[in-house]
């Protein structure tokens, strides 16, 4: 059984940093796509950043620039360095792991910006 945990998710300024991490299990990490999606109030869930099993990544245009997606295989974790966040950010995140169309989500975390 798959089971993703995200962490780190909270309050955080205008202009600050966040860093999201989500441990995966029950998957051979190594080897799946794993991604950061939000949703926010109102709005559809929305791909945020995207690493694949050899690290090639892929942002959404809102994010390029700002955050950054890394892995470490050895922690089967997956990471988001949210930096120079905007109101606009505040969103629930949520971990996707992929292994050949074998999809799972995490439970997800918030992360709210605000002064």
């Known amino acids: 059984q798959v089971q993703l945990v995200e962490s780190g998710g909270g309050l955080v300024q205008p202009g600050g940093s966040l860093e999201l991490s989500c441990t995966a299990s029950g998957i051979i990490f190594s080897a799946s796509t794993m991604a950061w999606y939000r949703q926010a109030p109102g709005k559809q869930r929305e791909l945020c950043a995207q690493?694949?099993?050899?690290?090639?990544?892929h942002y959404t245009d809102s994010v390029k620039g700002r955050f950054t997606i890394s892995r470490d295989n050895a922690k089967k974790t997956v990471y988001l360095q949210m930096n120079s966040v905007k109101p606009e950010d505040t969103a629930v995140y949520y971990c996707?792991?992929?292994?050949?169309?074998?999809?799972?989500w995490g439970q997800g975390t918030q992360v709210t910006v605000s002064a």
């Open positions: 690493i694949t099993s050899s690290s090639s990544t």
């Open positions: 996707y792991s992929n292994l050949r169309w074998s999809i799972s």
